[in-house]
């Protein structure tokens, strides 16, 4: 006799085949379901974030005109201290600058005196407009004293650098004396003729040279010697003298 297949349980009836599929669905979600779950995730979490910068943004909205007062007075009390800052920073940065201006302009000034006084002193070479003055013995000697004369006349009209027979820069201690064959100036020997070139007023140097009883005529009448002067756009002088240290006279600190 044929086995008879059992019934159906009322569970089994009762089974709906797409609540099936959506269990399924849950329990074994698919790759397109997953995707699904984050983006909708990602936009969810967008939604809280917006709502909680609108709140953020809607903080003086339930404030008392009191409140919304005082922190108007607060802000515009920073904004002012943040302005007197600005100002205090603005201000020492022109005291900066000035001093700054004013320590280049000392700086300058400390310069070009240094240059004038190594000029004068005779420490470095130098050039521009000026004389050469050529003394040319003839029967007689040049004299120490008028040689020493024509100097002291050239100083008189403002010569700014002197040096004779292209060798000996004359300075202020600068000394003469008669010597064998000839004028020993800052003892080293000078022999004629002499040639003095000399920096400066090209006008004033000749005018001072050429008056009458001046220089040029004691010269010629006195000594015999012959004197010619040029007047030069450019006179080089390279010769310089040693420097030297003051044995009695030093710095005053009261100047």
Do not use: K
């Amino acid at each position: 006799m044929p086995e008879q297949e059992p019934a159906p349980t009322q569970e089994d009836a009762g089974s709906d085949p797409g609540r099936d599929r959506l269990r399924g669905a849950l329990t074994r979600p698919s790759g397109r379901q997953a995707v699904v779950a984050v983006l909708l995730a990602v936009l969810g979490f967008a939604v809280v974030v917006q709502v909680r910068d609108t709140q953020a943004n809607d903080t003086y909205a339930g404030l008392r005109e009191s409140e919304l007062i005082q922190v108007l007075d607060g802000l515009t009390g920073t904004a002012e201290r943040a302005r007197r800052e600005v100002e205090r920073l603005e201000s020492r940065r022109d005291e900066l600058r000035d001093e700054s201006t004013r320590r280049s302009a000392a700086l300058d000034e400390a310069e070009q005196r240094v240059r004038t006084l190594n000029i004068i002193a005779g420490l470095v070479p130098v050039t521009g407009p000026g004389l050469r003055v050529t003394i040319t013995e003839s029967t007689t000697r040049v004299s120490v004293g008028s040689l020493l004369d024509t100097v002291q006349e050239l100083r008189t009209a403002g010569a700014e650098a002197i040096e004779l027979n292209n060798s000996v820069r004359l300075g202020a201690d600068s000394h003469f004396e008669d010597g064998i064959g000839g004028i020993e100036l800052d003892g080293q020997l000078l022999e004629p003729p002499y040639v003095l070139e000399v920096i400066g007023d090209v006008h004033v140097l000749r005018t001072a040279l050429t008056f009458s009883t001046g220089p040029v005529e004691t010269l010629q009448t006195l000594d015999g010697a012959a004197v010619r002067i040029e007047e030069l756009e450019q006179v080089e002088i390279m010769s310089v003298r040693e420097p030297t240290r003051p044995d009695y006279a030093e710095f005053s600190e009261g100047q």
